[in-house]
């Protein structure tokens, strides 16, 4: 492995030198030592600083704008992750601008007859030559279709994979190197290169872009408030993305009266919230320039490069955690979010708790609707941060995105309250996840799993005392007192598995009795008295198989 890693450091030489002398040029001496590359960086580049100093991660940010697009990529995904990194970089990271120079058209072209297979004139009446806009990875152009449709085309620009490539071939070399420093091996080097290889796999695919735009679309297909661009498949590659062009002014230009304001505020967070708390996929980049009103009074989100997920688990955790705010329980917010994270090294959960309930404190007993539920989160990754707990990525990019429409929403509406337009949703969800008919189906699921799971524990048991008795453990007496005992562990694993159905559907029988759908016997649910005699039935079979054993 080290001679494997110093062929890959002297491979990347060349690129290695550039990339110190960029970080010595921003005054980052110490981390262009830990390259590798073969110069001293005190000697051949003394930093004398700029007129007003700059703080190392605004030193860092400028380093990374200039390196490129898998820094810039870095810087960003470094600002998606304030349960590992301090607050100041990560609100300097959220500075970085994905925009550089747009290249020559004629480079544009030649990519675009690669990806069609045929000159682009062939498929389009005509194109734009002159860009929209241009970022690091890609290119958008206007054009038009053979049947006349205005589309946007997104290209990725020539040569983008090699150069990526490399610089996440040292990435990962640097990742190697910091993961053995003490200080920094809690912040998994590795584990941060590792996500930015495959953040960059999705993005240079142009087909989940596609596909995330148009499950959105669908969603939204009966509201006639939003409007999502649609794309042309038949058009559209890994590498070019054709779509429609939507015509009006992003929400970060536009300039209307009061009301106007509050109507498009509340209708940008209604659907955000829709599609957090409804459909579980939402745009995670929601800021003003993403979101533009069309003439006829619809808002249209585009740009869907980047996507957040919200599993049902999350929203399970997420009613969990407000119902114990609500409730003022310190204990089971602990528990939520130590479930909605993971602790990198052990933790006190009595230190823990009595630490998450003096931070959040100002929010218990409160109702929904005067929750500030982008500062509460904030707070909770705080804390997840300040323990060492990685949170689950979904609930992080949530928090971000409710704190970016929270921005749009008060820059139309002065008046803007997230809490007001997230509460009627927030609701639903609680009275949704704890109707008696839900909470019945989970626990009827929930039994199944366990039958499943302990219904396979004689098997394995079995399967145990076999490789033993293959192996090591050779001595004839030893193995039939295993053989013994996983007999006698088989029957009872399956008494407890039978207990366990017993009580379920008991639990479960209370529950639909009082339901008032479903089939009557006698003026009671016929579900619940069915459920009733299984339970008797089981119960009888377990005790008198006890009594004969």
């Given at each position: 492995?080290?001679?494997?890693?110093?062929?890959?450091?002297?491979?990347?030489?060349?690129?290695?030198?550039?990339?110190?002398?960029?970080?010595?040029?921003?005054?980052?001496?110490?981390?262009?030592?830990?390259?590798?590359?073969?110069?001293?960086?005190?000697?051949?580049?003394?930093?004398?600083?700029?007129?007003?100093?700059?703080?190392?991660?605004?030193?860092?940010?400028?380093?990374?704008?200039?390196?490129?697009?898998?820094?810039?990529?870095?810087?960003?995904?470094?600002?998606?992750?304030?349960?590992?990194?301090?607050?100041?970089?990560?609100?300097?990271?959220?500075?970085?601008?994905?925009?550089?120079?747009?290249?020559?058209?004629?480079?544009?072209?030649?990519?675009?007859?690669?990806?069609?297979?045929?000159?682009?004139?062939?498929?389009?009446?005509?194109?734009?030559?002159?860009?929209?806009?241009?970022?690091?990875?890609?290119?958008?152009?206007?054009?038009?279709?053979?049947?006349?449709?205005?589309?946007?085309?997104?290209?990725?620009?020539?040569?983008?994979?090699?150069?990526?490539?490399?610089?996440?071939?040292?990435?990962?070399?640097?990742?190697?190197?910091?993961?053995?420093?003490?200080?920094?091996?809690?912040?998994?080097?590795?584990?941060?290169?590792?996500?930015?290889?495959?953040?960059?796999?999705?993005?240079?695919?142009?087909?989940?872009?596609?596909?995330?735009?148009?499950?959105?679309?669908?969603?939204?297909?009966?509201?006639?408030?939003?409007?999502?661009?649609?794309?042309?498949?038949?058009?559209?590659?890994?590498?070019?993305?054709?779509?429609?062009?939507?015509?009006?002014?992003?929400?970060?230009?536009?300039?209307?009266?009061?009301?106007?304001?509050?109507?498009?505020?509340?209708?940008?967070?209604?659907?955000?919230?829709?599609?957090?708390?409804?459909?579980?996929?939402?745009?995670?980049?929601?800021?003003?320039?993403?979101?533009?009103?069309?003439?006829?009074?619809?808002?249209?989100?585009?740009?869907?490069?980047?996507?957040?997920?919200?599993?049902?688990?999350?929203?399970?955790?997420?009613?969990?955690?407000?119902?114990?705010?609500?409730?003022?329980?310190?204990?089971?917010?602990?528990?939520?979010?130590?479930?909605?994270?993971?602790?990198?090294?052990?933790?006190?959960?009595?230190?823990?708790?009595?630490?998450?309930?003096?931070?959040?404190?100002?929010?218990?007993?409160?109702?929904?609707?005067?929750?500030?539920?982008?500062?509460?989160?904030?707070?909770?990754?705080?804390?997840?941060?300040?323990?060492?707990?990685?949170?689950?990525?979904?609930?992080?990019?949530?928090?971000?995105?409710?704190?970016?429409?929270?921005?749009?929403?008060?820059?139309?509406?002065?008046?803007?309250?997230?809490?007001?337009?997230?509460?009627?949703?927030?609701?639903?969800?609680?009275?949704?996840?704890?109707?008696?008919?839900?909470?019945?189906?989970?626990?009827?699921?929930?039994?199944?799993?366990?039958?499943?799971?302990?219904?396979?524990?004689?098997?394995?048991?079995?399967?145990?005392?076999?490789?033993?008795?293959?192996?090591?453990?050779?001595?004839?007496?030893?193995?039939?007192?295993?053989?013994?005992?996983?007999k006698r562990f088989e029957s009872s694993s399956n008494r407890v598995v039978q207990a366990l159905i017993v009580s379920s559907l008991l639990v479960s029988s209370s529950l639909v009795m009082d339901l008032a759908v479903g089939p009557k016997l006698w003026g009671v649910s016929a579900l619940g008295l069915v459920g009733y005699s299984l339970a008797g039935l089981i119960g009888v079979r377990t005790l008198v198989s006890i009594i004969r054993s």
């Amino acid at each position: 492995m080290p001679v494997i890693r110093s062929i890959r450091t002297i491979r990347n030489i060349p690129r290695l030198k550039d990339i110190a002398l960029v970080l010595m040029r921003h005054g980052l001496h110490d981390v262009a030592s830990r390259l590798g590359a073969p110069l001293r960086a005190r000697v051949l580049w003394p930093w004398r600083g700029a007129r007003t100093p700059l703080t190392t991660p605004e030193r860092l940010r400028l380093a990374f704008q200039e390196l490129g697009p898998l820094f810039i990529k870095l810087g960003q995904l470094i600002a998606s992750r304030p349960d590992h990194f301090p607050a100041p970089l990560v609100a300097e990271m959220e500075k970085l601008q994905d925009q550089v120079e747009p290249i020559a058209f004629e480079e544009i072209r030649k990519a675009l007859e690669r990806e069609l297979g045929a000159d682009p004139a062939t498929r389009f009446r005509s194109i734009d030559e002159t860009p929209l806009a241009a970022a690091s990875i890609a290119q958008v152009h206007r054009a038009v279709t053979l049947e006349g449709d205005a589309v946007i085309l997104k290209v990725q620009k020539p040569g983008m994979l090699p150069i990526i490539e490399r610089d996440l071939e040292i990435l990962e070399l640097v990742g190697e190197a910091l993961a053995g420093i003490p200080d920094l091996a809690d912040l998994d080097p590795e584990g941060l290169a590792g996500e930015l290889r495959r953040a960059l796999e999705r993005e240079l695919n142009f087909h989940f872009e596609r596909n995330a735009m148009e499950r959105v679309r669908a969603a939204f297909a009966e509201d006639d408030t939003v409007r999502i661009p649609r794309s042309w498949r038949a058009l559209s590659t890994r590498r070019l993305l054709v779509m429609e062009y939507i015509d009006g002014v992003p929400l970060s230009r536009l300039d209307v009266d009061r009301v106007e304001g509050q109507r498009i505020s509340r209708n940008c967070a209604r659907v955000l919230f829709q599609m957090i708390l409804r459909d579980g996929h939402f745009h995670a980049d929601p800021h003003a320039a993403n979101l533009i009103r069309t003439e006829d009074g619809r808002v249209a989100w585009i740009d869907f490069g980047s996507m957040g997920l919200f599993t049902t688990e999350l929203r399970k955790q997420l009613v969990r955690m407000l119902r114990a705010i609500v409730a003022r329980d310190y204990t089971a917010l602990s528990r939520v979010v130590l479930r909605i994270g993971q602790a990198r090294e052990e933790i006190s959960f009595f230190e823990f708790s009595q630490d998450l309930a003096s931070r959040l404190d100002p929010y218990f007993g409160l109702t929904l609707n005067e929750i500030d539920f982008p500062r509460l989160l904030t707070e909770v990754l705080e804390l997840a941060r300040d323990h060492k707990i990685s949170i689950a990525p979904g609930l992080i990019v949530m928090t971000r995105c409710l704190v970016l429409m929270e921005g749009v929403g008060l820059r139309l509406d002065p008046d803007f309250n997230t809490a007001e337009e997230l509460e009627p949703l927030l609701r639903k969800l609680v009275e949704e996840q704890y109707r008696p008919d839900r909470v019945a189906r989970d626990i009827g699921g929930q039994v199944i799993d366990n039958f499943v799971t302990m219904s396979e524990y004689p098997e394995h048991f079995g399967e145990i005392l076999r490789k033993l008795s293959q192996g090591r453990m050779r001595v004839d007496t030893h193995l039939q007192g295993l053989e013994r005992m996983g007999k006698r562990f088989e029957s009872s694993s399956n008494r407890v598995v039978q207990a366990l159905i017993v009580s379920s559907l008991l639990v479960s029988s209370s529950l639909v009795m009082d339901l008032a759908v479903g089939p009557k016997l006698w003026g009671v649910s016929a579900l619940g008295l069915v459920g009733y005699s299984l339970a008797g039935l089981i119960g009888v079979r377990t005790l008198v198989s006890i009594i004969r054993s």
